[in-house]
């Protein structure tokens, strides 16, 4: 069973930047990806970014403000948030995707608030 604990959230103003963190137990393989999505009251949850080894996607409402990285070491994956807007306020969920032989298993965040003020 796989575990995330996230960390990071809070309340910003616009222009301003929050670190979120994700740190996972378990056995997290370079090749599962970990991720953020984000859902905000009556939307639908939607992808911010991932990655897989080195490989990132970013959604395009956070392309070129937004940074995922990840620490294979401390099996812990980072969203840095630079340039925040009101339209990013949502609850950041942390996502894990096993890639395994016979299955493809997700594993979620307890979810923490972002709350950015104009």
């Known amino acids: 069973q796989v575990q995330l604990v996230q960390s990071g959230g809070g309340l910003v103003q616009s222009g301003g930047s929050l670190r979120l963190s994700c740190a996972a137990s378990?056995?997290?393989?370079?090749?599962?990806?970990m991720g953020w999505y984000r859902q905000a009251p009556g939307k639908q949850r939607e992808l911010v970014a991932d990655i897989t080894s080195s490989t990132t996607n970013y959604a395009d409402s956070v392309k070129g403000r937004f940074a995922i990285s990840r620490d294979s070491g401390k099996n812990t994956v980072y969203l840095q948030m630079n340039s925040l807007t009101p339209e990013d306020t949502a609850v950041y969920y942390c996502?894990?995707?096993?890639?395994?032989?016979?299955?493809?298993?997700?594993?979620w965040g307890q979810g923490t608030q972002v709350t950015v003020s104009s």
């Open positions: 996502r894990v995707q096993l890639w395994r032989v016979w299955s493809s298993q997700d594993y």
């Open positions: 378990g056995s997290i393989f370079s090749s599962d990806t």
